[in-house]
C-alpha cells in the first residue's frame, strides 16, 4: 500500500550507500539508528579500553584491525593486532604482532594460548577495541594492568 509507505517513510528512513543506495523504513531503520547511535556512543566513551588480561607486557605500537584473511597484509612487525577474536588462519599476522587485542575470549582461547606461546601481551575480552580503535591509531597496550589507551 503506497500510502503507508510514505506515511512509514515520513516517520524515520535511513539511506546507506556502499556501491548502491538502499533504503531502509520502520522497523530495519529503528535498528540501523539503533547500531548507528551505539557505535558513536562506544567510540566517545572508552577513552581507555579495558580486558582481561591472558599475558603480561607493556608495549606502544600502531594498531591494525584483522578480521580477515584480506586484513592479514596489513600487518607490519611490531604492529598491535586488533581483532574481534584470533583463529589460526590469521596466524601469520599474530607472528607479526607485538601485542595481541581481541573483543571476545577467555583464557584459553586462541588469542591467549598464542600470546603466551609468542611471549606477547595479550588482552582479551575489551568488547569494545575494534568499535574504538582504527587502523593507524598509535596505542599502548598495558597487559599488566588489562589496558588499551590511544596516544593519538
Not at 14 to 38: C, M, P, Q, S, W
Not at 39 to 62: F, M, S
Request: overall charge positive; glycine content about 8%.
Amino acid at each position: 500500500m503506497p500510502g503507508k509507505t510514505i506515511s512509514e517513510r515520513n516517520k524515520l528512513y535511513a539511506v546507506i550507500f556502499t556501491n548502491k543506495f538502499d533504503l531502509y523504513i520502520g522497523e530495519r531503520a529503528r535498528r540501523i539508528e539503533e547500531r548507528e547511535i551505539a557505535e558513536k556512543e562506544v567510540k566517545r566513551r572508552y577513552w581507555v579500553i579495558k580486558g582481561i588480561t591472558a599475558n603480561r607486557g607493556h608495549v606502544k605500537g600502531t594498531a591494525r584491525i584483522v578480521n580477515t584473511n584480506n586484513d592479514m597484509k596489513k600487518m607490519k612487525k611490531g604492529d598491535i593486532f586488533v581483532s574481534t577474536m584470533t583463529t589460526p588462519r590469521l596466524y601469520s599476522a599474530v607472528a607479526k604482532a607485538s601485542a595481541i587485542v581481541t573483543d571476545e575470549g577467555g583464557i584459553t582461547c586462541h588469542a591467549a594460548i598464542i600470546s603466551r606461546e609468542l611471549g606477547i601481551p595479550c588482552i582479551i575480552g575489551t568488547k569494545h577495541a575494534t568499535k574504538v580503535l582504527k587502523d593507524g591509531d598509535y596505542v599502548e597496550v598495558d597487559a599488566d594492568k588489562g589496558t588499551v589507551r590511544k596516544i593519538r
